[in-house]
Every structure is written in C-alpha cells, then in structure tokens.
C-alpha cells in the first residue's frame, strides 16, 4: 500500500481565495483524521470521521473550514475564504479499529501559504 | 484544553547520550499512550507505544517508562544517534476511541 496521500504538498494562494486539501487514506482503514500543525500550537485534531460519517469536529476553528469524506477512500478539506493566519501544514492521517491497538498512519502532509 | 503536557520544548543531547522526554496526562480514561516520531517533510510516525497494565516497554534504543499513579510517562532514547534528531510527539487516547491526543513535541538534536 503506498500510504496516505495527501495533496497538493505544497499551496501558494492569496487571501480571500478557496483552498481544498485531498486525502485518500490506507485502503480498508475505517477512521481518518486532518491535523494542522503549526510551530505555536504544534499538532491539533480538526475532525475525523468513521465509516465515512463526520464524529468530532470540534476542532474546526471557524465556518470557514469544512470537511467531507464522500466515500471510503477520499476525503477534503475546504477553507474558504483563506486567511494568512491559516498558513500551516495541514496533515491527513488513517487507522485501523482492530482490538484496543490504534495506530494513525500519517500522509506527508499539505504546506499551506496564504499571503 | 492542553490534555498532554510535553517537555522539554527541544533538546540537544551529544552522540551515544540519552535523550529523555517527559510527559503528563490528566484525563484518567486515557488508556493507550503512544510516542510519534517526525522528521522534517514528514508527517509523524508511530514509535513506540505502551499500556497503563505495564511499567516499562523497550524497543532497540528506544524505552517507555510508565507512571501511572504520577500520570506521567518519557521517551528515553539510548546510544542516540544523529539519525534520531527529529521532533517526538507524546500522545494519548482513551480505550476504545481512536481519537489521539498529541503533546507538542520535542525537538531532539544529537550532535556528532
């Protein structure tokens, strides 16, 4: 399996401008998640999803962020409209509920500038 | 709500020292407590990871040690190598929930 893969890796956009993230997670994994992470506030949980079905999206700063995981094997996050303060890298990552062990199996994540 | 405390921030530890990184918990139901590795470009990667039911885990160079009556547990990492220089992030997530809280990481450098 080639991993979570994420992309664009790298977005330059201009404030005001919508962005959309892809993700397409490990085959036959059942829980996926968006990271953002950034120097001042580290790894932060945004949503993640099981079964395809949105769980917890408290970590969604604003209604300008939004999610959607419209079958098993892709998901998307939206902002819109981009705000330079949303410049971080933005991570996907999946697992697998087997038994009491979790691992998250990161993509390589998406670079977001916003100027 | 910082669930996990993570320390150090960063550390530079010299060639063939231990590097030890120490974090705390205060949610009791937290269960499962894995350490991510991260290397630059890269998105985390799972470690390492320890149960509560047990003190200590070893792997190679890499060793959990578990408190759980102090809710605190560390990454020590022997004989470290430049090739560890990476940022560690602790985490913790409570039985039965995939849902990860990370701590905020530790950037570790081994200089030669």
């Known amino acids: 399996d080639a991993g979570v893969i994420q992309s664009p890796r790298h977005e330059v956009t201009e404030m005001g401008q919508e962005v959309t993230l892809r993700c397409k997670p490990i085959s036959g994994h059942d829980y996926l998640f968006w990271y953002r992470q950034t120097m001042m506030r580290g790894l932060e949980l945004l949503i993640y999803?099981?079964?395809?079905?949105?769980?917890?999206d408290s970590g969604m700063p604003e209604d300008r962020f939004s999610a959607k995981m419209p079958n098993a094997s892709f998901s998307t996050l939206k902002i819109q409209p981009s705000e330079p303060r949303d410049s971080a890298v933005y991570f996907c990552?999946?697992?697998?509920?087997?038994?009491?062990?979790?691992?998250?199996?990161f993509g390589q994540g998406t670079r977001l500038t916003v100027v | 709500q910082q669930q996990v405390k993570q320390s150090p921030q960063s550390l530079i530890v010299q060639k063939g020292g231990i590097s030890i990184i120490n974090c705390a918990y205060e949610?009791?139901?937290?269960?499962?407590f894995p350490w991510y590795q991260q290397f630059p470009g890269k998105g985390p990667a799972l470690l390492i990871a320890i149960r509560p039911d047990v003190s200590e885990k070893k792997e190679g160079r890499f060793t959990i040690s578990f408190n759980k009556s102090a809710k605190q547990f560390s990454l020590h990492i022997m004989d470290s190598q430049p090739g560890d220089s990476a940022t560690y992030f602790c985490?913790?997530?409570?039985?039965?929930?995939?849902?990860?809280?990370f701590g905020t990481g530790t950037k570790l450098q081994v200089i030669p």
């Open positions: 949610n009791t139901a937290f269960d499962y």
């Open positions: 985490a913790a997530n409570p039985g039965g929930y995939q849902k990860v809280t």
């Open positions: 999803f099981n079964n395809n079905v949105p769980i917890d």
């Open positions: 990552a999946s697992s697998f509920a087997r038994g009491r062990n979790t691992e998250a199996f």
